[in-house]
Nanobody, 115 residues
């Protein structure tokens, strides 16, 4: 079992920045990758960014150059630094942990970008 606790969402104006955090506990040694999905109203959940245990990162095309994912293994925490935010980034952001056989999810945190 892996537990994920997210923090850092909120309301920001277009062009602003936010940093999301996701702290993992429990079966952390089974985690292969962690990252973030997001889901906007009326849309499917989509991958935003992920980082593997080896440090490889993956980004959605829509956020490349604006978002940066990082992982602090000592704190079992993943961060998503979001810069140059756009109204279309508005969504609920969900942290995930992939153990290879199961996906664990955080509770979700709302990010709202006003124009």
């Amino acid at each position: 079992q892996v537990q994920l606790v997210e923090s850092g969402g909120g309301l920001v104006q277009a062009g602003g920045s936010l940093r999301l955090s996701c702290a993992a506990s429990g079966g952390i040694f089974s985690i292969n990758a962690m990252g973030w999905y997001r889901q906007a109203p009326g849309k499917q959940r989509e991958l935003v960014a992920a980082v593997t245990s080896g440090g490889r990162t993956i980004y959605a095309d829509a956020v490349k150059g604006r978002f940066t994912i990082s992982r602090d293994n000592a704190k079992n925490t993943v961060y998503l630094q979001m810069n140059s935010l756009k109204p279309e980034d508005t969504a609920v952001y969900y942290c995930f942990a992939d153990t290879g056989s199961y996906y664990y999810w955080g509770q979700g945190t709302q990010v709202t970008v006003s124009s």
